[in-house]
Structure formats: structure tokens, C-alpha cells
């Protein structure tokens, strides 16, 4: 089993920074690909963001060339540098965690940490 703890969520105003953070524990042997997904009010969950084990990004559209996600793979912690934020960033970010072993893939998420853009 993975635990997924994320921090760096907070309110900032549009045209600001924020930086996500999150760390996995647990049986974090054969993880392979960490991501970024968020939630916005009244929505369903869409993808923002993902890394592989080999370094390999995949952005959303909308947050392409102004999100930047990265991985400390001695640490098991995966981040997402958000930089010139709009409003319609405004949701619950959730970390995901894939792991592959004997070749099923089990998913793991984090909490989730709200993430607020003003005008």
C-alpha cells in the first residue's frame, strides 16, 4: 500500500506562483508514473499533469507552458510548479501515484489540497 501526503496548496492572486508537493511512503517499490489531477467546483476530476519514471511529462492543455511537474525519485516526492495562475486554476489538486507489479497497475491518490486564484 502507498500513502500519498500533499502540502503547498494555498490562495494567491492571479498572475502568482505556487508550488506543490507529494511525498509517498508505504510500499513505493515499482511506482511508475506520478501525476497531478484537480478538481475545480461543481466539475468532474481532469488531468493536469504526469511524469514517468524516465522523466517523460504529459500536461493538460490548459496549464501547458505555465505548469511544470518534476520528481525527486529518492525522496518518492513529486512536485508541480504553477506559475502565471488564473482563476480558472481554482480547484482541489489530488496527487496520483500509478504502480505497476506483475504487470496489473493499482492507482493510489492523495487527500487532495485546495489551490485558490483571485482576480
Known amino acids: 500500500q502507498v500513502q500519498l501526503v500533499e502540502s503547498g496548496g494555498g490562495l494567491v492572486q492571479a498572475g502568482g506562483s505556487l508550488r506543490l508537493s507529494c511525498a509517498a511512503s508505504?510500499?513505493?517499490?515499482?511506482?511508475?508514473?506520478m501525476g497531478w489531477y484537480r478538481q475545480p467546483p461543481g466539475t468532474q476530476r481532469e488531468l493536469v499533469a504526469t511524469i514517468n519514471s524516465f522523466g517523460r511529462t504529459k500536461y493538460a492543455d490548459s496549464v501547458k507552458g505555465r505548469f511544470t511537474i518534476s520528481r525527486d525519485t529518492a525522496k518518492n516526492t513529486v512536485y508541480l510548479q504553477m506559475n502565471s495562475l488564473k482563476p480558472e486554476d481554482t480547484a482541489v489538486y489530488y496527487c496520483?501515484?500509478?504502480?505497476?507489479?506483475?504487470?496489473?497497475?493499482?492507482?493510489?491518490w492523495g487527500q487532495g489540497t485546495q489551490v485558490t486564484v483571485s482576480s
Open positions: 496520483k501515484v500509478d504502480k505497476v507489479v506483475a504487470g496489473d497497475r493499482y492507482d493510489y
Open positions: 508505504g510500499s513505493i517499490f515499482s511506482i511508475s508514473t
